[in-house]
């Protein structure tokens, strides 16, 4: 059995909400290939995932990224997750820890922090600020990139990008954007040109909302907001603003 085959049973596994359901028994198709893609190491390294609004992205990244943690890196080596702020980074620790505790074959393999995860076999994932300058001189093995298409303008933002994208291939690390999408003039549109054309990226899109939100609810917020906004939260469909 592969690394890829043993990360992925341990994800289908894991227990991702209250009910007890096992992360397995409520993925949707779009879930699994992104999850097999982003656990094949043999594959491409470099992955853009595209969603809507609520389409469990940080939910999903936060059990593929346990899976990564416990079956894929080995003592000593780094993993790292990056958004605009530490606190908006801190959700993918905040993901981690419940599925930690609900999960009873995990027992005590994992030690989640206010900030960081660690495993019984010396692997650590931190999470970290888009405008953290410690970036630079790290090699991470695994790094997920939340909401890049939201992050700011600011030279330090674009830097973090910079820093951690360089870095990936030391280690020949893999790396993964969640995001939705945003404003075509933001600089992170750029990236997703690339990554389109580029042979080595896996790029993964889903246009519309999560099959499991309320019709209701979208059809008021549909109402509510600009079309523009609408067609970036729950579309994930590049657009400027009205004014």
Request: hydrophobic letters at 40%; one cysteine or more; proline letters at 4%.
């Amino acid at each position: 059995m592969t690394s890829a085959d043993r990360a992925m049973r341990l994800l289908q596994a894991l227990v991702v909400d209250d009910a007890g359901r096992r992360w397995g028994e409520r993925a949707t198709d779009v879930q699994r290939q992104d999850a097999e893609a982003l656990l094949d190491r043999d594959g491409p390294r470099r992955h853009w995932i595209g969603r809507s609004r609520g389409y469990s992205k940080t939910d999903d990244l936060a059990a593929v990224t346990v899976a990564v943690l416990l079956e894929q890196l080995q003592t000593g080596h780094e993993a790292i997750g990056i958004a605009s702020d530490r606190d908006q980074a801190r959700l993918l620790i905040d993901h981690i820890r419940p599925i930690a505790a609900r999960t009873p074959e995990l027992g005590g393999a994992l030690v989640v922090g206010a900030y960081d995860v660690r495993t019984s076999g010396g692997v650590r994932f931190e999470c970290l600020a888009a405008d953290a300058a410690s970036a630079w001189g790290r090699s991470p093995y695994w790094t997920v990139v939340d909401e890049l298409a939201q992050w700011s303008e600011t030279p330090n933002a674009m830097a973090m990008w910079e820093a951690i994208s360089t870095a990936a291939p030391k280690v020949r690390g893999r790396v993964a954007i969640i995001t939705t999408a945003g404003d075509p003039s933001h600089w992170s549109r750029g990236i997703y040109e690339h990554a389109v054309e580029d042979a080595l990226w896996r790029v993964s899109e889903v246009h519309g909302p999560a099959p499991w939100l309320d019709r209701e609810e979208l059809a008021s917020e549909r109402r509510r907001l600009p079309d523009s906004a609408w067609q970036r939260f729950f579309e994930n469909r590049w657009c400027a603003t009205e004014d």
